[in-house]
């Protein structure tokens, strides 16, 4: 190889490393330039998915206060059914004791129930999307919420509003003096509060993969600068090395540059 030769080739390398050392620098400040950027970008992440989980929860409360509501309801119309059992025929009573105020407060109490469980559902698919880009970070694992068991729940109410319908019925039946009005208003009132007792078992379970999830993203919040530093750390060392690299290269192609 002639000496014109090794000078250019030598000359080329020297070129290079020096590109390659100037990008490995730009890269090295920029991480930790932007560094407090992603902490910042990351830690309103985790603050937005935290915000929605806890709208959830309050939204599963307020469905749950309402339950227990509807409860103390249905047994105020049991209670007025065991004493038409044996006055039906006397419809002073009927009304006094089954006034059609009772039947609004029911109807009205799952009518709020649905439009919480439907607020709380157009959150969740919200908060399904911000939870994905948390859950996609490396080493962060959350309890996966599930958009099934919300409208599992949905399903449930509808058909607990179906039951407080068929109870209206018959509580009309005992106003027209019906046969076994009483007894039927009995085991309506009995299938609602089964339904309610179901309805709030399901949503203590959902409550508690609330917490479950906002406890993680707690976590997530709390390590997130360690991780982001750590990761500035890694790309220091990495891009130090390579700068390393191009520092001997350029040291050889000098030493061959004076040779040739």
Same mark, same amino acid.
């Given at each position: 190889m002639s000496p014109t030769l090794k000078r250019i080739l030598a000359v080329t390398a020297i070129i290079l490393s020096g590109i390659v050392i100037l990008l490995c620098a730009a890269g090295v400040i920029g991480a930790w330039a932007f560094s407090g950027n992603v902490i910042t970008a990351g830690t309103n992440l985790v603050n937005a998915a935290d915000k929605a989980a806890?709208?959830? #929860?309050?939204?599963?409360?307020?469905?749950?206060?309402?339950?227990?509501?509807?409860?103390?309801?249905? #047994?105020?119309?049991?209670?007025?059914?065991?004493q038409l059992s044996q006055n039906i025929s006397d419809k002073g009573l009927v009304l006094v004791l089954l006034p059609p105020?009772?039947?609004?407060?029911?109807?009205?109490? !799952?009518a709020s129930i649905k439009e919480t469980l439907a607020t709380a559902e157009q959150i969740?698919?919200?908060?399904?999307?911000?939870?994905? &880009?948390i859950d996609s970070l490396p080493f962060v694992k959350l309890p996966k919420p599930d958009p099934a068991q919300l409208a599992s729940l949905e399903t449930q109410v509808d058909n607990l509003s179906a039951d407080i319908e068929a109870l209206r019925g018959n509580i009309q039946a005992a106003r027209d003096n019906s046969a076994g009005?009483?007894?039927?208003?009995?085991?309506?009132?009995?299938?609602?509060?089964?339904?309610?007792?179901?309805?709030?078992?399901?949503?203590?379970?959902?409550?508690?993969?609330? !917490?479950a999830t906002r406890i993680s993203l707690a976590t997530v919040k709390g390590s997130l600068p360690s991780w982001v530093y750590l990761s500035v !750390?890694?790309?220091?060392? &990495?891009?130090?090395?390579?700068?390393?690299? #191009? &520092?001997?290269?350029?040291?050889f192609s000098i030493a061959k540059y004076k040779t040739a």
């Open positions: 806890g709208a959830i #929860q309050t939204g599963l409360e307020s469905v749950d206060n309402a339950l227990s509501r509807l409860e103390a309801g249905t #047994q105020s119309v049991e209670e007025a059914s065991a105020a009772k039947e609004e407060i029911l109807t009205d109490t !799952v969740l698919s919200s908060f399904i999307n911000t939870y994905k &880009v009005a009483a007894q039927k208003i009995s085991e309506g009132v009995g299938k609602i509060n089964d339904s309610i007792g179901t309805i709030r078992s399901e949503i203590k379970a959902r409550n508690a993969q609330l !917490v !750390v890694v790309i220091t060392l &990495v891009l130090g090395w390579i700068i390393y690299t #191009q &520092v001997l290269i350029i040291q």
